[in-house]
């Protein structure tokens, strides 16, 4: 059974007043009388009157709403990103709606066509893994709706975002496995049209050449970067250069899976083969062993993107030049790339 919602109508028939009047005694106007308003009100919570803000928000130019789309919201990396952009938002009087892609580029469109419907007043986006057409976001532009990539972005000088160097958090882990003594690194990569997967291969490679190490293609491998995806890349990269003592994956969840196919292969973890991974989820510090990743400073780049939006909402998109914000990584070395350390203790 539904229930009737009070609006501003029925406490106008029920008072035998102007809806102008009722609107004016509940926003404390002064020129309406203090017995108006004490009628008003009164009736106003018999009723269990409530406004309704977004009417009022869009009454006077803005729904006071940021519209996020992530891929997806499992794992560390994009709940702590959101965290970061609700903490901000937040502070500045703004209410987050979220939609996931779930790395659909049909669903993808759709939410951002959910978010324009809304009014919101501006978008903060990141790419999923199937996206390869951008022309659903003219809509965006045309309406000058403020828009802000982060992570996964649309590279291109006209557009703003917040990334990762994500080439530079390659080149740190690829130089992190070799200086552990490893020289056949296999590469577990995600989809090259992605800036983010791009860049980790590209530091991938160019670690391997700053060490005089050429790329064997037999021992890269992409995919979507699933833990499955992770498990059948493993077993062939074994099964084409059983040398390999060393893996260094695009994310951690692909990691998990290949470390599961190491161990079922009765290798030991990183005497026979190192891991280092991308994005430092909450369960690299509960695997055994507990795994070497790099870091994304993901409530920072959160926090970084929603301030860039809210200064493009206040000034207009329009009057804001396009900035692309590079966040630094930080490499974590963890049990599972530290063959040095085991090569010493064994010695002693």
Not at 115 to 137: C, E, F, K, M
Request: aromatic share 4%; proline share 3%; net charge negative.
């Amino acid at each position: 059974m539904s229930i009737h919602r009070a609006s501003i109508s029925d406490l106008a028939a029920q008072l035998n007043l102007s809806v102008s009047t009722v609107s004016r005694a509940l926003s404390d106007h002064s020129r309406i009388s203090a017995a108006t308003k004490k009628r008003v009100w009164e009736l106003a919570k018999e009723l269990n009157y409530q406004p309704n803000q977004l009417a009022a928000a869009l009454r006077k130019g803005r729904s006071n709403t940021l519209g996020v789309v992530v891929p997806h919201i499992d794992g560390q990396f994009f709940a702590l990103v959101v965290k970061g952009i609700e903490t901000i938002a937040n502070q500045a009087g703004f209410n987050v709606m979220i939609c996931q892609s779930n790395e659909d580029a049909a669903q993808e469109q759709k939410n951002i066509e959910t978010l324009v419907n809304a009014q919101v007043d501006g978008i903060l986006l990141s790419l999923s893994l199937s996206t390869h057409d951008y022309q659903y976001l003219d809509d965006v532009r045309r309406r000058d709706i403020p828009l802000v990539f982060f992570d996964r972005a649309l590279e291109s000088t006209n557009v703003s975002a917040v990334v990762l160097d994500d080439y530079q958090g390659g080149y740190q882990a690829v130089c992190h496995l070799i200086e552990e003594g490893c020289r056949h690194i296999a590469h577990l990569g995600g989809p090259q049209h992605l800036n983010i997967c791009r860049n980790r291969y590209q530091g991938y490679a160019d670690a391997l050449a700053q060490h005089n190490i050429p790329v064997d293609p037999a021992l890269v491998h992409f995919s979507d970067l699933s833990m499955q995806d992770g498990r059948q890349g493993m077993e062939l990269l074994l099964s084409q250069a059983p040398q390999v003592d060393a893996v260094f994956s695009c994310n951690d969840l692909a990691l998990v899976g290949a470390m599961q196919i190491v161990k079922r292969r009765g290798l030991r973890i990183p005497q026979d083969v190192a891991l280092a991974g991308f994005s430092n989820e909450l369960f690299d510090s509960l695997t055994e062993p507990m795994l070497t990743s790099v870091d994304q400073r993901c409530e920072e780049m959160g926090r970084t993107a929603v301030q860039l939006l809210l200064e493009m909402i206040h000034e207009g998109p329009q009057k804001v030049q396009p900035r692309q914000v590079v966040l630094q990584p930080k490499l974590l070395v963890r049990e599972s790339s530290q063959r040095s350390v085991l090569l010493q203790e064994s010695k002693l």
